[in-house]
């Protein structure tokens, strides 16, 4: 779905297009589960009640085409993205190797690279380095792990805690393993059955919106098998779908995890429904606070990406040279766009937000209409995350023809352009509108001037810019949304207000980049 707006290139369609995401998803830029972690994680990251145990980055030298690449995590749930065979999973199994176990603390084994990466008769891991910046209250040491030939040197380095691995293999059906279907015909089970706490049962339930009366887990011959009990009746993963299986098996294993520990998910959503995706990371999120865990994860989603927070969505970009860009503050629509190949624009403009995603639709539509339909325009995230994008097409590394575009208060930077006004898109646009330029959006959008100039006015007086078109949109009525009153302010400005010579001089960057003189 996020990759659709690679292909709405005419700011109307492209605000139709968020108007339909707001309706099924919410605003992904405000994640509301996320607040107490946040608050969390800004002021007590370093304290004693913070997390005292955190994995700060992985560094992946000689690995399967890695060539010395940093990997850092900037929050305690992160999200990676990206196409199969981007190096994903990769960072999941370094990251495992990184501490050794804890002395004391049940179930918890320690993992080593050669679980994770061993010779084959095909291959031969050597000259491998793995690089780790683990942080234990306040104090940061650098770990490092290599395999020069044969042995793997520095694991007595590791320092120790409880890591948790869990990959994809966990959503394989149970009836396709080999030696399940002798315990299905068992006419008496003879395993052990652990019933899950009232709470975890409650946690199942709700991710999988479904009135579990019921839950165990039951062991026989060191096999799980998830059995569960709805007002319909009790069913075992024999019957149960993927998702509620997996699931099952997570809410297991989440009961039992020692504080401060890492947990790696690999492809988290796998299997679930959108609904059911939002409701998983929503039990993350409370997990991460409430037990000061880390959670890695891997995805190919944007439902949960939309989930968090800029800082904690990477983006490993796999080029045709066998380089590996690692992307950082993506937004899901950029990430989205970068797996999917159903539309091959000439030129893609990376820009901060929707907002400046609109208003730069309308500075090219009224400069150059004719070269509209050979962009894309795609929000991205923070001008860091526009400057990187930039700075990586300048130099050829994104395999792609694109160019960032930062919002007019921003400085020069390689690769990029800067929108015209010297101001964030809301404070250039309302600020340099006369009143006949307000009495032209008001005919666009079909209400009274004089109500307009009312609604305007009251806006302006919020210090957030942000919220200016919405307070507009509210004074004015139900009828009129907040979308449509800023594609028609962008509209206009760009027509009347704009500064004519910044307007060109914006518009011909943009199609010198796309080969047009």
């Given amino acids: 779905m996020f990759a659709a707006l690679a292909r709405y290139r005419g700011s109307s369609s492209l605000f139709r297009f968020v108007a339909r995401l707001g309706e099924h998803v919410g605003d992904p830029r405000k994640p509301v589960t996320l607040s107490p972690v946040v608050q969390d994680w800004n002021t007590e990251r370093h304290s004693g009640a913070g997390w005292p145990q955190f994995l700060e980055s992985v560094r992946i030298e000689g690995l ?7 990997v850092e995590f900037r929050f305690p749930v992160v999200a990676i993205a990206g196409e199969n065979g981007a190096g994903k999973s990769t960072v999941l199994k370094a990251a495992a190797a990184a501490y050794g176990a804890p002395k004391g603390v049940r179930d918890t084994l320690a993992f080593y690279p050669d679980d994770f990466f061993p010779s084959t008769p095909w291959e031969k891991v050597e000259g491998v380095k793995l690089g780790y910046q683990v942080r234990r209250g306040d104090v940061t040491t650098s770990i490092s792990l290599s395999k020069k030939t044969s042995r793997w ?15 994809v293999s966990r959503t394989q059906p149970i009836n396709t393993l080999v030696g399940y279907g002798k315990i299905a015909k068992e006419l008496i089970f003879p395993g052990d059955e652990i019933p899950f706490l009232e709470e975890d049962r409650a946690l199942l339930s709700r991710i999988m919106n479904k009135p579990y009366t019921k839950s165990v887990m039951a062991t026989y011959e060191n096999k799980q098998i998830g059995v569960l009990t709805t007002p319909e009746g009790e069913y075992s993963n024999f019957h149960q779908g993927a998702g509620e299986d997996a699931t099952a098996d997570l809410v297991a294993l989440l009961r039992s995890v020692p504080k401060y520990s890492l947990i790696l998910i690999d492809e988290v959503e796998a299997s679930l429904h959108p609904r059911a995706q939002r409701r998983l990371m929503t039990e993350l999120f409370a997990v991460a606070r409430a037990n000061r865990v880390q959670f890695l994860l891997s995805t190919h989603s944007p439902y949960i990406l939309e989930q968090l927070p800029a800082e904690a969505r990477v983006h490993i970009q796999l080029t045709r040279k066998g380089e590996r860009n690692v992307i950082y503050g993506v937004t899901p629509e950029f990430s989205m766009s970068m797996m999917d190949d159903v539309y091959h624009p000439e030129l893609t403009l990376y820009c901060e937000d929707l907002e400046s995603a609109v208003l730069v639709d309308a500075l090219i539509a009224h400069e150059a209409p004719e070269i509209r339909n050979r962009l894309s325009i795609l929000p991205v995230g923070a001008a860091s995350t526009v400057k990187t994008l930039g700075a990586l097409s300048a130099d050829d590394k994104l395999g792609t023809n694109a160019m960032g575009v930062l919002d007019g208060e921003q400085g020069a930077s390689p690769g990029c352009v800067v929108i015209p006004g010297k ?22 959008l079909g209400v009274r001037a004089g109500d307009l100039f009312e609604a305007v006015d009251d806006a302006v ?34 027509d009347v207000a704009v500064d004519e010579a910044g307007r060109k001089e914006f518009v011909e960057s943009i199609k010198e980049r796309l080969g047009q003189d």
């Fill in 64 to 70: 399967r085409g890695w060539k010395s690449t940093l």
């Fill in 153 to 167: 040197r520095g694991m007595p380095n590791r320092h120790p805690r409880s890591v948790f691995f869990l990959d």
């Fill in 423 to 444: 101001a964030a898109p809301e404070r250039a646009v309302f600020a340099s509108m006369s009143e006949d330029a307000w009495e032209a959006v008001s005919q666009r």
């Fill in 461 to 494: 007086q919020i210090e957030n810019h942000h919220a200016w078109s919405r307070k507009v949109a509210e004074r004015l009525g139900a009828r009129v949304r907040t979308d449509r009153v800023w594609e028609a302010s962008a509209a206009v400005w760009a």
